[in-house]
């Protein structure tokens, strides 16, 4: 099947403002690079008992703009604090790997450099040797957790930074 082009909000991942329609190898890559850590779990397994009919079924999907997100597991946990987590279902873990390949590098450049969740070169160990260098050098630094900081963000809000171009994040 021929890549197509279509307008799709402000080309994240796209070339020359247009989106590409997802191909077939790129659904094959996200479905590989999300069973990483989720190998023999018992919806990865359920995913790859068919794992050829889903992964065309969700592409085409994708292309035909019928795909929609199922329900989310919500679970709570008491460590080290007490909160819910609400967990994607594997094929919607797919998509999720699917689009960060394509929008990560419009992020990437915007994110300040002292941002360290879930990306590359960064993570908690990263973080904390920051931390440690900037202890060094100064005798006061503050740790905050804000209460459900992200089930308050304003999506508007964000969606209208994003459809500005991004700015800094």
Do not use: W
């Not at 292309?63 to 597991?73: F, L």
């Not at 604090?81 to 094929?91: P, Q, V």
């Not at 440690?132 to 005798?139: L, S, V």
């Amino acid at each position: 099947m021929s890549n197509t082009y279509t307008k799709r909000g402000n080309g994240l991942g796209s070339k020359n403002g247009y989106s590409e329609d997802f191909t077939l190898e790129e659904v094959l890559k996200a479905y590989l690079s999300c069973r990483k850590n989720k190998r023999n779990t018992i919806n990865q397994i359920k995913f790859e008992i068919n794992l050829e009919e889903n992964l065309y079924s969700l592409y085409k999907s994708l292309n035909n703009n019928t795909y929609y997100p199922g329900r989310s597991i919500c679970f709570v946990v008491t460590y080290p604090k007490l909160r819910e987590i609400f967990a994607a279902n594997f094929k919607d873990r797919v998509v999720h790997h699917l689009l960060v390949s394509r929008i990560e590098s419009f992020f990437e450049k915007r994110f300040i450099f002292d941002s360290y969740a879930c990306r590359k070169d960064k993570g908690v160990h990263k973080a904390i040797e920051r931390l440690n260098k900037y202890i060094k050098n100064n005798k006061h630094y503050l740790q905050i957790d804000i209460k459900s900081f992200f089930a308050n963000i304003d999506k508007n809000i964000l969606y209208s930074i994003i459809a500005c171009g991004g700015g800094k994040l």
